[in-house]
């Protein structure tokens, strides 16, 4: 067997492989991707323009539709306005935001640096700026660089290695491709592609516990030669959630005046990865959870009532039962509709307990359960659970500036009251000002003259106090007070 007879019978195995790999449906959905990111770069300023933003800043107008986090739990849902500003350096590894604004009952003025060592979490409401313990800027930035074309272009002509063509739809019309994009951290994204301008007019993911989160972005304009969007509408599972137009856009200035601390801010105790934790607060009283999302637990004689439904009560079920082991969960308490205090639902119905909760949100909370026959009893105003020795007492505080109706939980012969959302307590430093919700939560006590010794929340690990309740209240006071 000569060489050329050798030679030609593996470019015809070769030819045979490749024309195998050709038909198959993956590399026919990754060759299609490519072909649509190579047209869709082109469209948006061309990959070497892309390739050459290093740095953006973008100031912007946000009204926020508060779909899942009004004060009723159906629409027409409360609006909320903030003050946004963005900027990302790439070759530098910076990232710095700020959101100023109210809606929910809340005040806010915060946001971040991240630059390596030199990162800080800034509260200018409370006059704070703690050192960023493990910085993470792909995290960061993310929320950011989602709902900006120009960057998430970046990020496709970057990782287009792992994107794939889904097919074409109709979207206002137009036929679309449509393409996967995974960044480095998150969920996975569908882009929306026109056919015909290869413009990014849309684009998907899924988003547990919420839903279905849809980013639609409009009326794009050049600047530098790159395309952006000067507005930008976000629908969570088809209603409106964000309105956005951008004010502000500089393609490659420089940011260091940006990255700057601010010298009017105390310096506190740095921010640490919120870790999975119990604390046994009282005897049988047990404060569990992590990552901002936390419940209490409450041992009686023959059961456990658990009280808060944040994301994760499976988990914190699970680590209550390496304590008492014996006793079945029997109430869980929801303390209020909002989508992210309702997952809890769906652990307490497959656990078998009774689902405490208001007439009101019967229908939420059904939802979230996920189960048609889960047990819901419904507080009217006030609720006491008690097995003769320890009382449980729920009251309706509502409505305040956060939800028409919300449950406390409050244990007379402890003194804990726990609450969700009124009394914000970050992990580390001062207290920050008090909130219009903060003192609806601080009237209501009064007004209910309990007698409380310990504050504990459904985001944080920290036990406040009274005189912390009431030292917020002086602050704010302070500074209307003060204002012009």
């Known amino acids: 067997m000569n060489r050329a007879f050798l030679l030609s019978a593996l470019a015809a195995v070769i030819a045979a492989a490749s024309l195998h790999a050709e038909e198959t449906l993956p590399l026919k959905s990754v060759n299609k991707a490519n072909e649509i990111i190579d047209a869709a770069l082109e469209a948006h300023g061309g990959a070497e323009n892309l390739a050459n933003l290093n740095s953006l800043v973008q100031e912007s107008h946000f009204v926020n539709y508060a779909n899942g986090q009004s004060r009723r739990p159906n629409p027409p849902w409360d609006k909320g306005e903030q003050e946004n500003f963005n900027a990302i350096d790439f070759e530098q590894g910076i990232f710095i935001n700020r959101n100023i604004g109210v809606g929910g009952g809340y005040e806010f003025d915060g946001g971040n640096i991240i630059n390596g060592e030199d990162s800080w979490q800034l509260n200018y409401r409370a006059g704070t700026a703690a050192p960023i313990a493990e910085p993470d800027l792909n995290t960061t930035s993310g929320p950011f660089i989602r709902v900006t074309p120009a960057l998430l272009m970046k990020q496709l002509q970057a990782r287009r290695q792992v994107s794939n063509w889904l097919g074409v739809t109709d979207y206002n019309g137009r036929p679309h491709d449509v393409v996967t994009l995974i960044m480095e951290v998150g969920p996975g994204l569908s882009l929306y592609f026109d056919q015909e301008t290869h413009m990014l007019n849309r684009m998907e993911r899924v988003l547990p516990p919420f839903g279905q989160v849809e980013y639609r972005f409009e009326d794009y304009t050049q600047i530098d030669g790159i395309a952006f969007n000067k507005t930008f509408r976000l629908l969570l599972n088809g209603d409106d959630n964000l309105e956005v137009k951008n004010k502000v856009i500089k393609v490659n200035a420089p940011l260091a005046e940006y990255a700057q601390l601010d010298g ?168 920050p000002p008090a909130v219009p919700a903060t003192l609806a939560f601080a009237e209501a006590v009064d007004r209910l003259n309990l007698d409380v010794n310990k504050i504990v929340g459904a985001h944080s690990p920290r036990i406040g106090s009274p005189a912390e309740l009431q030292a917020v209240i002086e602050s704010a006071s302070a500074i209307a007070a003060s204002a012009p």
């Open 264 to 431: 009017n801010l105390d310096k506190i105790p740095a921010v640490v990865p919120d870790e999975f934790n119990l604390q046994e607060i009282d005897e049988g009283v047990f404060l569990v959870g992590g990552t901002g999302a936390y419940g209490l637990f409450v041992e009686m004689n023959d059961h456990i009532v658990a009280i808060g439904g944040t994301q994760g009560a499976a988990a914190r079920m699970a680590e209550v039962r390496k304590h008492i082991a014996d006793k079945p969960i029997r109430y869980g308490v929801l303390t209020h509709h909002h989508s992210d205090h309702v997952p809890g639902a769906a652990d307490y119905a497959a656990e078998g307990a009774t689902i405490i909760t208001f007439k009101e949100n019967e229908t939420v909370v059904r939802n979230a359960a996920g189960d048609g026959d889960a047990t819901l009893e419904f507080v009217d105003n006030r609720m006491s659970l008690t097995d003769g020795e320890r009382t449980v007492e729920l009251y309706d505080i509502g409505p305040t500036p956060h939800a028409e109706h919300l449950l406390v939980a409050y244990l007379p012969k402890e003194g804990i009251l726990f609450e969700a959302d009124h009394f914000p307590q970050p992990r580390t430093g001062p207290l």
